[in-house]
């Protein structure tokens, strides 16, 4: 059995704060938390590389700031990564799929930074195993998830449950813990041999083992998850799916002092649940989580006397000198990239309206829907905006508009579904809607808090169809055929969408375990780049097959 084991987690005690300790004989732990970095090496916005007020070389000067704060004042200073790290930006995608050096610049930058450890996120992988287990054995550092174990076993999968680090005498342990809901997300292939267990439960086997049995002083959990209830008042705020449990993990896990989050991408701090200190700093390095412990010895033992969180901007900060130069050669190389000529386009792919995209047929989304039904040969495609910051595709295209455009490393399936299921595709894209006092169509908040969820709205091509959103959730569609014929609630149709869509991700829930007609294992990144060179000129097609409308007048 797992807990049997015993975890060494590279136990060390750093220099530091012994004269104030024996001085007033108290221990200070500042705890500086990174989550949902997502490939954001350095402040730059890839779309036109612009300055961006973001990035892990900023906060590295914050880091480097409280280390020289603890050291001054005799305290020290553990920094935890919480996950999805090593994807999201085009730096992050050219050095996983095209690139042949043999560090990932993420993890090269959190190594000489001399990160305590970092935990295992949904993104880490997708871009397969063999990536993930090189970003791993790459990594000065420790990587944790308690929770993701091999396959019929409680052995996690890679290497360490928790990290132990000794601080003036004090103990402090690191349980990392992955949200165990990504087989409902990721491509099959990438998770193969992996089980993903409950993380309350792992939590409620592995905490009394740390203070009982490694007689932590301090449990801090390391928690690639967000939050399924309002941290204030208890109060569900998304299905529960257990893709979120921060909240239960304090309610019902004993024995937590901190419980550092993320996944969501929130800006949390300064709350207590249930008396545990928690914090989620948002995404993209925009902002650094910070945590203060003051310990005191009492009963023989270190207790915590006071804790805090608060959140530190990287507003306004020089980004650090040490990791831009580090990152210089990836991005040099990844620059020239993303600067390739594909080809061109005749009419207009641009966003100027993100909600005007989603609310009417447009040539962007129809272009995107017709690569993935000429790729996969099905009759009928849906696909998203997948951010408002997407830019659309300008007169000449490079690999810089593409992945700006197409910014995760999603492959293609074609599932056969029926005309009911489609229906009810719909109808959860609907709920996407709401419509405001004055009749104008609004996104819904469901759909924005606490996080920005774009990508679970799809369009459609091959079918045709109208939305009321003025009408009750659920009752929405106004018009639906194919081929200009009603469709058929019990008949069968082959749909070509992402995987991620194709499992079942974002409550499409009708997806999940649909027959696999085709699985085509390339990125749409590359599909959309190959369509364009093979065709060099593509016109921009609007053919008016769906819309989205306040009160439907026939």
């Known amino acids: 059995m797992a807990l049997l084991h015993c975890y060494s987690g590279g136990e060390k005690t750093p220099q530091g704060g012994a004269a104030l300790f024996q001085a007033d004989g108290q221990v200070r732990i500042t705890i500086v938390e990174t989550s949902d970095l997502h490939g954001s090496l350095l402040p730059v916005r890839y779309a036109d590389n612009s300055p961006a007020e973001s990035g892990l070389a900023k906060i590295a000067t914050l880091l480097r700031q409280q280390r020289e704060i603890a050291k001054r004042e005799g305290g020290f200073v553990l920094a935890v990564d919480n996950g999805d790290l090593i994807q999201g930006t085009p730096l992050a995608y ?244 993303l600067d390739t000529p594909i080809g061109t386009i005749e009419g207009d792919m641009t966003v100027r309206d993100p909600l005007l995209i989603r609310t009417k047929d447009n040539a962007l989304i129809e272009f995107i829907n017709k690569v993935q039904m000429e790729t996969s040969g099905a009759a009928i495609s849906n696909t998203a905006l997948f951010t408002d910051d997407s830019p659309g595709f300008p007169a000449h295209v490079t690999m810089r508009h593409i992945v700006s455009n197409y910014i995760y490393p999603n492959t293609l399936k074609v599932i056969r579904i029926t005309g009911r299921d489609m229906a009810a595709a719909l109808e959860r894209n609907a709920a996407y809607f709401t419509v405001g006092d004055d009749g104008a169509i609004r996104i819904n908040p469901k759909f924005a808090v606490p996080k920005p969820q774009h990508y679970n709205y799809d369009m459609w091509e091959g079918i045709e169809y109208t939305l009321d959103v003025s009408r009750p959730e659920g009752s929405r569609i106004v018009r639906l055929t194919h081929r200009g014929q009603p469709v058929d609630p019990e008949g069968e149709y082959d749909v070509v969408m992402n995987n991620y869509r194709a499992g079942g991700g974002g409550d499409y829930t009708m997806y999940a375990g649909k027959p696999v007609v085709k699985d085509i294992p390339i990125d749409m990144s590359e599909l959309i780049a190959s369509y364009i060179l093979e065709r060099k000129t593509v016109k921009a097609t609007v053919d008016g097959n769906w819309e989205v409308v306040a009160g439907f007048r026939g």
């Not at 063999?130 to 993701?148: P, R």
């Not at 801090?220 to 209830?229: A, L, N």
């Not at 941290?231 to 979120?244: K, M």
């Not at 901190?258 to 993209?284: D, F």
């Open 94 to 337: 050219y050095h996983a799929r095209i690139d042949n050096r043999p560090a990932d610049p993420m993890v090269l930058a959190l190594s000489e930074l001399k990160f305590d450890a970092a935990v295992i996120g949904n993104h880490e992988f997708n871009y397969g195993l063999d990536v993930l287990n090189k970003a791993i054995g790459e990594s000065a550092f420790a990587w944790l998830s308690a929770n993701i174990v091999r396959e019929g076993t409680e052995e996690p999968a890679f290497g360490r449950p928790y990290v132990i680090r000794e601080f003036g005498g004090a103990t402090v342990a690191v349980l990392g813990l992955t949200t165990p809901y990504i087989p409902n997300w990721e491509n099959p292939s990438h998770i193969q041999g992996l089980d993903f267990i409950d993380a309350v439960e792992t939590a409620k086997r592995w905490v009394p083992y740390l203070r009982e049995e490694r007689k932590a002083d301090v449990v801090v959990i390391s928690y690639h998850g967000g939050f399924e209830s309002d941290p204030v008042t208890g109060v569900a705020s998304e299905r529960l799916t257990g893709e979120n449990q921060g909240y239960r993990l304090c309610m019902e896990v004993p024995g937590i002092d901190v419980l550092l989050t993320g996944h969501q991408h929130r800006e949390l701090a300064g709350l207590l649940i249930n008396g545990v200190t928690i914090v989620q700093p948002g995404y993209l390095g925009q902002q650094a989580g910070i945590v203060k412990l003051t310990l005191k010895k009492s009963g023989g033992r270190w207790r915590v006397a006071d804790k805090s969180s608060e959140l530190l901007s990287v507003s306004g900060i020089v980004p650090d000198p040490d990791i831009v130069a580090l990152a210089g050669p990836y991005e040099a190389a990844a620059q020239v990239w």
